[in-house]
């Protein structure tokens, strides 16, 4: 089972500046099947990075997700007040066909 | 609008059981694999089991291996997890959530539902 480190635990920001979230797994993620998400308090996940760097619909463009093998990134380029919130990534499309989430990434206003 | 729509939560002893059930809107629920996701209080979040299309594969996490049952009723767009020997750590927020690709459920997870909440305690 592949294991997702997610660094660092809390990122304080301002609005304004830019966000850099790592996520590290424990062996190759086949094929860049990594996907973001963000959570908000009292909402479900909502998806916003698909194939380590596709945005999903209705994503904006200061997000943008990079990398491949064990090393992932997600960039918010300009934090705009509600994108303070919980981010997650997830592997997908490994065998033995188990999905796995990391441990998550806040991203609180400084 | 696609929708997701879980039910069946509730408080439970240690070692009881609870069905979960989401019923799917808006799209064409026998296209999709689907999963369910739970969020333990102030956790993150961890993926449960999940199921092809037509029900033909599933998957588990361990920590759930040999208690839970995944089904799922095309006929009636509906997803269910049979959940049996429940223990402490299995309270949380259950989602469900459909896979982002057609027909497996290996995929990231495009639509969520808002869950349903367990809770086991005696």
């Known amino acids: 089972e592949i294991v997702l480190t997610q660094s660092p635990g809390t990122l304080s920001l301002s609005p304004g500046e830019r966000a850099t979230l790592s996520c590290r797994a424990s062996q190759s993620v086949s094929s860049s099947y990594l996907a973001w998400y963000q959570q908000k308090p009292g909402q479900a996940p909502r998806l916003l990075i698909y194939g380590a760097s596709s945005r999903a619909t209705g994503i904006p463009d200061r997000f943008s997700g990079s990398g491949s093998g064990t090393d992932f990134t997600l960039t918010i380029s300009r934090l705009e007040p509600e994108d303070f919130a919980v981010y997650y990534c997830?592997?997908?499309?490994?065998?033995?066909?188990?999905?796995?989430f990391g441990g998550g990434t806040k991203v609180e206003i400084k | 609008e696609v929708q997701l729509v879980e039910s069946g939560g509730g408080v439970v002893r240690p070692g009881g059981s609870l069905r979960l059930s989401c019923a799917a809107s808006?799209?064409?629920?026998?296209?999709?694999?689907m999963s369910w996701v739970r969020q333990a209080p102030g956790k993150g979040l961890e993926w449960v089991s999940g199921i092809n299309w037509n029900g033909g594969s599933t998957g588990y996490a361990d920590s759930v291996k040999g208690r839970f049952t995944i089904s799922r009723d095309n006929a009636k767009n509906s997803l269910y997890l049979q959940m049996n020997s429940l223990r402490a750590e299995d309270t949380a927020l259950y989602h469900c959530?459909?896979?982002?690709?057609?027909?497996?459920?290996?995929?990231?997870?495009?639509?969520w539902g808002k869950g349903t909440t367990v809770t086991v305690s005696s």
């Open positions: 959530a459909r896979g982002g690709g057609l027909y497996y459920y290996y995929y990231y997870m495009d639509v």
């Open positions: 808006g799209f064409t629920f026998d296209d999709y694999g």
């Open positions: 997830q592997q997908y499309g490994s065998s033995p066909l188990v999905l796995t």
